[in-house]
């Protein structure tokens, strides 16, 4: 149990196009999603965390308007970087949780594969 | 203040042999939970083993087990028996129970397993 899946695993696009990427939560509702962006040889950075039906919360120095994050149903989850710039390539990966943040949540964190996004 | 420190950039292992991952925390909040995660070359983050700050006991998973000691906050990773697919990057992450509960990560330390 506790499969998450991410897509595409690899993609390369011309500066100022668009990307999405997709998080599923393979068998498990996952109220909260988390996307994270991580350097090569550095480690995860949070971006943001979203939480089914509501507005993602983004973390200091993430811009929302480059970064959107729709968390559509309780098992898919997506991020749209917009006007993709060369520094913005990275390894992004996502997380679910079976249970919404908060005091009591003591829910494990279950990561995607990773996506590995190159902007030319 | 960092919220997680692994000192260890890289540690050597010999296949069989045990090894321990050090990770040190800091947090005022008195509920919190402790992960350590694998992250092979594939880039996947593979979860390994989780310790509650109220736990009693030290976590165990196998050939993992976590050595949990809260007053000096520390959650060093123990692998038993190492193999030769132990070799990855190993982050150590910590959760405060409060808001969206989300993890802060280490800066991770990258095992290598030897024949």
């Known amino acids: 149990g506790a499969v998450v899946s991410q897509h595409p695993s690899r993609v390369i696009c011309k500066s100022g196009t668009s990307v999405k990427i997709e998080c599923r939560s393979l068998d498990f509702q996952a109220t909260t999603m988390f996307w994270y962006r991580q350097f090569p040889k550095q480690s995860l950075m949070l971006m943001a965390t979203?939480?089914?039906?509501?507005?993602?919360?983004?973390e200091q120095g993430v811009e929302k308007d480059k970064f959107l994050i729709n968390h559509a149903s309780l098992t898919l989850s997506t991020l749209t970087v917009t006007s993709a710039h060369p520094e913005d390539s990275s390894f992004y990966i996502c997380s679910a949780s079976r249970l919404a943040g908060g005091p009591s949540s003591t829910d494990t964190q279950y990561f995607g594969p990773g996506t590995r996004l190159t902007v030319l | 203040a960092q919220k997680i420190t692994q000192t260890q950039p890289g540690m050597f292992v010999q296949e069989k042999e045990a090894v321990t991952l050090d990770c040190t925390y800091d947090?005022?909040?008195?509920?919190?939970?402790l992960f350590w995660y694998k992250q092979p070359s594939s880039g996947e983050m593979i979860f390994l083993i989780y310790?509650?700050?109220?736990?009693?006991q030290n976590a165990t998973e196998g050939r993992y087990s976590l050595n949990f000691q809260k007053a000096r906050k520390s959650a060093n990773l123990v692998i038993s028996a190492s193999q030769l697919g132990d070799s990855a990057m190993y982050f150590c992450a910590m959760r405060e129970v409060g808001g969206y509960s989300t993890l802060t990560f280490g800066k991770g330390t990258m095992l290598l397993v030897s024949p």
């Open positions: 979203s939480n089914e039906g509501s507005k993602a919360t983004y």
């Open positions: 947090t005022s909040d008195p509920s919190y939970g």
């Open positions: 310790q509650g700050s109220y736990d009693q």
